[in-house]
């Protein structure tokens, strides 16, 4: 095709033009990059440095650097590791249920079964709806005297039923199943994505083989979807271990810290007892132990991009 | 797949996706049935699934006890400012992110990688500071402007894919006739982009709709908040909290989001994979 000897996007013909295309591209970034820079990376920064400071909010004297002392009284906070430790616990015990329900209904949904449209149909209510209201709702349904759980527990005779969300043991339990809930279409839907890029020929051909229907999801299926459930898996743990809303809504932290995550921890310690600062050193800590989890998630999906092409 | 299925498996299936659907379902159905009923039903000890005597009583409650209106507007204009703005700058972005291959690209690419690890309290408490200094605390116009930044990681995601849709030899053979840059652009490329555009524009507006945690830090005053905040008014602060009122008003809030998601669900899905296959 000749066109492609012209200046199209693609094909560069010399450094002249790449110098001209180079600049339209920054006169086409800057509207978004401007803040970008202003709004995102500069706060980040801002946010680093702030953690090297004793920043508190209100007050008249000016700040000053402490050099590292935030993140030493980190290292000591018991509570602070509570909360980690919690915040851990709640972004496997979600994500992973999450994953494994998730991969067994889109394996379903890609079968061609009768009520498929209704699945689809009331996947988007999980989706669309706003958090507060997640949350809201499942408060609802915990609810000990008026909520649907309690009142089902006692009609089949299996006891009175309990305050869920204010029990010390259930309280965890309860909101990861919230969590479970909320995330669980976002993930069906990119795995049936995966599954449908599947090529059909490679299921018949293992059948005819002889494969049972576990070999053939370990040796067709599972290769062919693995990019997408390595890449959803760990978007889903990172967003998890930094949500907020869902569990201020559910419980604000309670019973005694036992819901309290990172967030929660760090919102409070910033904006109830205005300490900018060490709340700028938890969020850094968080980013540290998100990072090492992204770069191993980094280096998995390349592997196994790599397997794939 | 079409795979011969034995009557037992395919019971199977139908049994698991029935389970599937009841524990998607149970918890909006039962938010519905709680905000149809009267209060006297509410109190009772064994709760039914249909309110007996269904009444409006709740949703009339609802809008006398919280500032419901004035937070569906503020959310409303944040919204809609932040989905609007977000696009039109989103778009030229994406375009490059799609097209050039240069280190400006990658960076772009890697900015909005990065962006989804970020806890938000890293960057609300320095946004906090720099918004205060602008005297924008406690204004809708700081919250759009967090709404913005907010929503281009993945305006820009969507976008790239649906630039990346667009066969790149329609733009060379408009080059070919003579078309400059912009107008190549303008009339060649806007057009096929108009409808992932508008999909990207309602996502964001159902994104700044939802949001609370930026809402909760930045909106001091009852008249100022939106809704997801002014929800939160209703649990009280002991926990205690209104039924029936706090079930209608949650009902409210949510349906301009699920009427929207309905609309663009199949585009979402189809940016959003199509990104991840490609990755």
Same mark, same amino acid.
């Given at each position: 095709m000749t066109a492609k000897r012209r200046s199209g996007p693609r094909h560069p013909r010399n450094g002249q033009a790449d110098a001209a295309r180079d600049r339209a591209a920054w006169f086409l970034v800057l509207p978004a990059l401007l803040p970008i820079l202003v709004l995102s990376v500069g706060p980040l920064l801002y946010g680093i440095a702030l953690a090297f400071t004793d920043a508190q909010s209100g007050r008249t004297r000016s700040t000053q650097w402490i050099g590292t002392l935030n993140f030493q009284d980190l290292l000591h906070d018991t509570l602070f590791w509570d909360s980690f430790r919690i915040g851990l616990l709640w972004a496997f015990g979600v994500t992973v249920p999450q994953f494994l329900l998730a991969l067994g209904l889109a394996l379903l949904l890609n079968q061609k079964l009768r009520m498929r449209w209704l699945a689809r149909a009331l996947a988007i209510i999980p989706w669309a709806m706003p958090e507060v209201v997640v949350g809201i709702m499942w408060r609802l349904v915990y609810n000990p005297d008026a909520g649907i759980l309690n009142e089902t527990i006692r009609d089949l005779g299996?006891? &009175?039923?309990? &305050?869920w969300l204010t029990g010390l043991a259930t309280a965890l339990p309860a909101v990861i199943l919230v969590g479970i809930w909320a995330g669980m279409p976002q993930t069906t839907v990119a795995l049936l994505a995966g599954l449908q890029n599947t090529p059909h020929e490679l299921h018949e051909a293992a059948a005819l083989d002889g494969a049972g229907a576990w070999r053939r999801f370990r040796t067709v299926t599972w290769p062919a979807i693995k990019p997408i459930a390595l890449a959803i898996s760990a978007l889903n743990f990172i967003w998890n271990f930094n949500s907020f809303a869902l569990v201020y809504v559910l419980t604000s932290g309670g019973p005694g810290g036992r819901t309290r995550l990172p967030m929660l921890f760090a919102y409070e310690e910033a904006f109830?007892?205005?300490q900018f600062g060490y709340a700028a050193a938890m969020g850094c800590v968080m980013v540290a132990v998100i990072s090492v989890i992204l770069a191993v998630y980094l280096v998995g999906r390349i592997r196994g991009g790599g397997e794939e092409r | 797949m079409s795979l011969p299925t034995s009557r037992a498996a395919r019971t199977g299936q139908y049994l698991a996706l029935l389970a599937y659907l009841v524990f998607l379902a149970f918890p909006f159905l039962w938010l519905l049935s709680t905000a149809f009923k009267p209060a006297r039903e509410l109190g009772s000890l064994h709760p039914t699934w249909? $309110?007996?005597? $269904?009444?409006l009583d709740n949703f009339r409650q609802a809008f006398d006890e919280q500032p419901l209106l004035q937070a569906a507007a503020n959310s409303l204009i944040a919204a809609v400012s932040a989905a609007l703005i977000a696009v039109v700058i989103a778009t030229p972005m994406a375009y490059v992110m799609a097209r050039h291959r240069g280190r400006l690209a990658t960076a772009a690419t890697g900015w909005v990688v990065v962006s989804q690890a970020f806890p938000f309290v890293l960057v609300i408490i320095p946004l906090f500071l720099v918004l205060k200094n602008l005297h924008l605390i406690n204004t809708l116009w700081g919250l759009i402007l967090v709404y913005v930044v907010w929503s281009l990681p993945f305006a820009l995601w969507m976008l790239a894919g649906y630039v990346r849709a667009v066969p790149a030899e329609l733009e060379e053979a408009a080059a070919v006739d003579g078309a400059g840059r912009v107008r190549t652009l303008v009339s060649v490329v806007a057009p096929l982009l108009a409808p992932g555009i508008v999909a990207t524009g309602l996502f964001a507006f159902i994104t700044a709709w939802n949001e609370f945690f930026f809402a909760l830090v930045l909106l001091k005053t009852p008249e100022k908040q939106t809704l997801p905040v002014v929800l939160t008014h209703f649990l009280g602060a002991e926990g205690v909290a209104d039924l029936g009122p706090l079930a209608a008003a949650a009902f409210l809030a949510t349906l301009p989001s699920l009427v929207l998601f309905a609309f663009i669900q199949r585009r979402i899905t189809g940016g959003m994979t199509a990104g991840a296959v490609r990755g």
């Open positions: 299996l006891g &009175d039923g309990r &305050d109830r007892y205005g | 249909i $309110p007996e005597h $269904p009444t």
